[in-house]
């Protein structure tokens, strides 16, 4: 995997204020983007360039893959592996207001992942709207 640099990190940070303060951490290489102490997103080059990986689950990794982003996978000890993280869609990665509906999408995911029953504070009333 190949290093991603701060700038991408805190572009794609700023892509996800419509969740509140996100917070980019290093993690293998990559980064891990958290909003409300969740994983929403992690940002990794696997051979395509920096990506930001939005968090998914059962229920929103079909809008994903209609949308055409892909599957975070890599091969492992000779094996392929995936994680619950889908590329975010070309035209939200030009602004924030595009971002919006995904990220609450990732920020559902996180939540579901993590078995709490909560949203982020800053969009409480609008947390369940999928993205058009």
């Keep these: 995997m190949a290093q991603i640099s701060t700038d991408f990190a805190d572009y794609c940070c700023e892509l996800l204020t419509s969740l509140g303060p996100c917070r980019a951490k290093r993690m293998f290489g990559g ?4 909003c409300d102490g969740l994983t929403v ?5 696997l051979g395509e360039g920096d990506t930001l990986w939005l968090k998914a689950s059962d229920e929103s990794r079909t809008l994903y893959e209609q949308a055409g982003c892909q599957r975070f996978s890599y091969t492992a000890k000779g094996m392929a592996r995936g994680l619950n993280y889908y590329s975010a869609p ?28 909560s949203t ?5 009333k609008s947390a369940r709207k999928p993205p058009e």
């Excluded at 980064?31 to 958290?34: E, N, Q």
């Design 120 to 124: 982020p504070k800053t969009h409480r």
């Design 41 to 45: 997103a992690i940002l990794a080059d």
């Design 90 to 117: 070309t035209e939200a990665m030009e602004s924030p207001a595009l971002m919006r509906d995904w990220a609450r999408l990732a920020w559902q995911a996180a939540v579901q992942a993590h078995g709490k029953a």
């Design 31 to 34: 980064w891990g983007i958290s």
